[in-house]
């Protein structure tokens, strides 16, 4: 009797040894946007291809829109490990102390996706994301978002049109000084809480790719839109390296094989779908969309011109030169 009930209690826990093997690791992706923009669908790529390639050994939890984390929230629970895996823009890392990657704010530095794609999908890109381990994460990619247009409820067709007007900006020095430098009042805000700041009054205007512009219906309380293409907003997709060091080597493997897909598949969706949300805002009617001339472009070109010179003992002239090296960039062109 009492072998039948060692048997019966060896059986039991053998059967919960194989139920806690086939408990998924679970992995949290939070970000800030909504769940139809680029970096939003790129997620939700990377959670189908993340399980299917494990084959169910994962599970992929993505939380949009701010719903787990907001933007001041988010790094911190990463390096707590209380979310996995985020996607923040690029600004986010000065904050955190690695100011290299406030470089990629530096206004008309990258002349369209191809100048843009030598660093991120480069050497210079991958130095850039070593030099977040030393913090606890683990940089795996870039993500593109697109190029910002400027916009508010009165027009922007030279730099001038910007004096004394509140700005919302990410939080970035580099920001900050691309906005003094046409004496605008640069104002740091949580992406979520934009919105309702545009609709009361509280900032004027914002600069945004078209894709976040249209999805969190900036266009509804923006009167007027140009297409400056100004600065470039793009995402690193990071984990906890604690977490990510300590997954079996398998499962690493089919994870940074579902990463390098869904990171094609962000870059090549991210043009198509900012270019659809600029046709929805322009079909709205509800928002002006000025396209500058050249003299116009060229204008505010030289406007932000300064900003490059000043930040280099922030950033380091030694990586602004380096990009400017890699993608031809002349900053006397400015």
Not at 118 to 129: C, N, P, S
Not at 240 to 268: C, H
């Amino acid at each position: 009797m009492k072998i039948r009930s060692l048997l019966v209690g060896l059986v039991a826990v053998g059967l919960s040894s194989v139920a806690l093997a086939a408990e998924p690791i679970v992995i949290k992706f939070s970000h800030v946007v909504a769940q139809d923009t680029p970096k939003g669908k790129a997620a939700e790529k990377f959670k189908a291809l993340a399980e299917e390639y494990t084959k169910g050994a994962v599970k992929v939890e993505v939380y949009a829109n701010s719903t787990l984390y907001k933007d001041k929230e988010e790094m911190e629970a990463l390096q707590l490990g209380a979310v996995q895996l985020l996607a923040p823009s690029l600004a986010k890392f000065g904050p955190l102390g690695v100011r290299e990657f406030e470089v990629f704010d530096l206004p008309y530095i990258f002349d369209g996706y191809e100048a843009l794609n030598k660093i991120t999908q480069g050497a210079v890109g991958q130095q850039l994301l070593a030099k977040l381990e030393p913090k606890g994460i683990r940089g795996l990619a870039f993500w593109d978002n697109g190029f910002k247009s400027f916009s508010a409820n009165s027009p922007i067709k030279k730099p001038e049109d910007l004096r004394g007007k509140k700005m919302r900006i990410q939080s970035s020095k580099v920001l900050e000084e691309q906005m003094r430098e046409v004496k605008s009042l640069p104002q740091v805000m949580a992406f979520s809480e934009v919105y309702q700041a545009l609709q009361t009054g509280v900032v004027d205007g914002t600069e945004n790719p078209h894709s976040n512009l249209y999805t969190q219906k900036m266009h509804e309380v923006q009167k007027h839109m140009t297409l400056t293409d100004h600065g470039y907003l793009g995402y690193a997709v990071i984990t906890n390296k604690k977490f990510w060091d300590g997954l079996p080597a398998e499962i690493r493997t089919q994870l940074d094989k579902a990463m390098v897909e869904s990171t094609v598949y962000a870059n090549q969706i991210a043009k198509e779908e900012n270019d659809k949300s600029l046709e929805a805002v322009r079909a709205s009617g509800k928002t002006e969309i000025h396209t500058p001339t050249a003299e116009e472009k060229a204008a505010f070109k030289k406007a932000f011109a300064p900003v490059h010179k000043k930040m280099e003992s922030r950033i380091g002239a030694e990586l602004i030169q380096s990009i400017y090296k890699e993608t031809g960039f002349d900053p006397a062109k400015l």
